[in-house]
């Protein structure tokens, strides 16, 4: 017995040594393999690392593809900050609340800053094509169904996709495809208020197909024949935040959904949409607008296959480095749940309307979009509004223009005739920094404050 005691105990001891040799020789060959794969990118990554850790003070940001002096990055600061850090405040400076940029989603991408970073190799993806030949990564567009099931906005079974950069090409594209299945011209138009893009773009890229009309309320309400038809129909809708069906009935009539803000942080998603033509883009999904691109859910192949058509007339396809990016970013909104995102991004747009909601309930002068609560797919319960946009109203009977009125104010919002609507109107966005929006705050606070009879703030 005391033997193959004895025998175990070297049969044990031997194979723990060669189990140690196994494990170091490994970590060995691990370490070496790493130095080796970080040989050709430790200069990019430290270049980009040099360039982020320079401080602006909070009020600005340094990128690689910026301004250099004496071979240092210069800051590039907020809107009414200034100086060679951004620490200085122009107290005069304007609240300009015009433009959509969806910069409310920085803090999230800082908080994200390794997972979401991407080195690209100067030998990335060379080529017209991938592997299959087609234009379209099938990884990204893996990711993009995997997305749409977590925040429970889309039905994607029995839709083809298709990429393109930015909904702004998609909507073009669609337009096209859906032109060629007419007999006769087709009349675009959208209910108003609508998004001023599909005017004017309609308008520049006319052809003997089609052309914009108009509204789609005043064209149901006048005309008992719609005939051949292409309906914008975006919901929620930009500028006012609510959700919408298109209002042209017929068999004739085709409606392109521009689902741009259809994500839990913008709206409630009382049910999955599950439209014909469905339009996305990843600008409004995280923030980032500079990447330029979308994607379209289509279910007739028919017209799949012509805005494919378009697609690789237009550009051969999006950038792969474009693809690269919207991958590496998809994959950090789906890392653990796959809510964060949302989640952050909802908190802080219905922290913004709640605040400018509370200044103008103070008014006697001026009005803003009434979105009633409502029951969310994502969330599962009734959730109040958390909209991009605020559609405020001079009230005034001298108010005609109300963007003259605000702009007396030092604030600078997009005037209501571009939305085809009255100019008593004024679309003012919730969607920049929060530099930009804590001053927009202060401002109406300013506004507000000097009405008589209004409520001291």
Known sequence: M??????????????????????????????????????????????????ASVSCSGHGITYLDGLFLDEKPVCECNSCYGGPTCSHFLPDCVADADSGDPLFLEPFWMQHAESSAVLVAGWHRMSYVFADQSYMSQVLQNHILKVHSIARNAIT????????????????????????????????????????????????????????????????????????????VTSPNNPDGLLRKAVLPGSSVNAIYDHAY?????TAIPAPADEDVMIFTISKLT???????????????????????????????????????ALQLLKVVLEGDGREIFHFA????????????????????????????????????????????????????????????????????RLGSLFNASDRYVRLSLLKRDDDFNLLLYRLKELVSKEGGAETL
């Open 287 to 325: 923030g980032h607008a500079g990447s330029r691109f979308g994607w379209a859910l289509v279910k007739d192949e028919d017209v799949y296959l012509n805005m494919l058509k378009y697609m690789q007339l237009a550009e051969l396809g999006v950038s792969r480095d474009t693809q690269l990016r």
């Open 157 to 232: 079974k029995g839709k083809y996709l298709v990429f393109g950069g930015g909904s702004t090409q998609l909507l073009s594209a669609a337009v096209f495809a859906l032109s060629l299945n007419s007999s006769s011209l087709a009349r675009v138009v959208a209910a108003s208020p609508y998004y001023p893009v599909y005017k004017t773009q309609t308008d520049f890229f006319e052809t003997a197909h089609f052309e914009f009309q108009g509204d789609a309320l005043l064209m149901k309400r006048t005309s008992n024949s719609t005939g051949n038809a292409i309906e914008f």
């Open 2 to 51: 005391a033997k193959f005691k004895g025998f175990l105990f070297g049969v044990f001891f031997v194979g723990s040594i060669a189990l140690n040799i196994f494990f170091l020789t490994n970590n060995l060959y691990a370490g070496h393999v790493n130095k080796q794969q970080l040989s050709w990118s430790q200069r990019a990554a430290a270049e980009a690392e040099a360039v």
């Open 262 to 266: 259809y994500w839990p942080h913008f």
């Open 346 to 413: 909802y908190e802080k747009m219905r922290d913004r309307w709640e605040k400018i909601s509370q200044i103008v309930s103070l008014s006697k002068r001026y009005t803003i979009q009434d979105i009633p609560p409502q029951y969310c797919n994502f969330f599962e319960k009734v959730r109040g509004p958390s909209p991009a946009y605020v559609w405020l109203k001079c009230e005034r009977e001298e108010d005609t223009n109300c963007n003259a009125v605000l702009r007396g104010a030092n604030i600078i919002g």
